[in-house]
């Protein structure tokens, strides 16, 4: 199974929700493959914001190889499941769908609400990482039974 975690820059959150599942689903020996992309092009070719890397490394997870990309619309062959962390990046991943297959493949990260993006409030990486820990783990979870 091949997962797309999408932010807005792809420096944040989506790089924790990349790194988390992907250290989760090592754990459970999946086989899964994780990836991450941001909607914005502005952070291409760069590491997670230092910040992303410090929660992810006080939990043993090391997303510091990560380099930014952003989403194109040829994603959509390449992964089975595109999780978007906010209203926002949902509307701009489903702009670029041809068809209701790619649009099925889209679907907001949390069941109820968005992940709150950290990056102009640094005590809101803790929260987030905690956030996207919690919903991870119900997702390997949910998508077990497709794999």
Not at 19 to 42: K, N, Y
Request: aromatic share 10%.
């Amino acid at each position: 199974m091949k997962i797309l975690m999408v932010c807005l820059g792809n420096i944040c959150r989506s790089p924790l929700a990349h790194g988390v599942m992907q250290h989760l689903v090592d754990e459970e020996g999946l086989g899964w493959s994780i990836d991450s992309a941001g909607t914005g092009d502005w952070h291409v070719g760069e590491a997670p914001d230092r910040r992303s890397i410090a929660v992810a490394k006080k939990y043993g997870v090391d997303i510091s190889t990560q380099r930014a990309q952003q989403f194109l619309s040829p994603f959509f062959a390449s992964y089975d499941h595109i999780f978007v962390m906010d209203e926002s990046n949902y509307r701009n991943v489903l702009s670029l769908t041809n068809d209701e297959k790619e649009r099925s493949k889209v679907r907001m990260f949390l069941k109820e609400g968005i992940v709150p993006d950290p990056y102009y409030d640094a005590n809101q990486f803790e929260p987030v990482y905690q956030m996207v820990e919690k919903r991870c783990r119900e997702l390997i979870a949910e998508l077990r039974g497709e794999a």
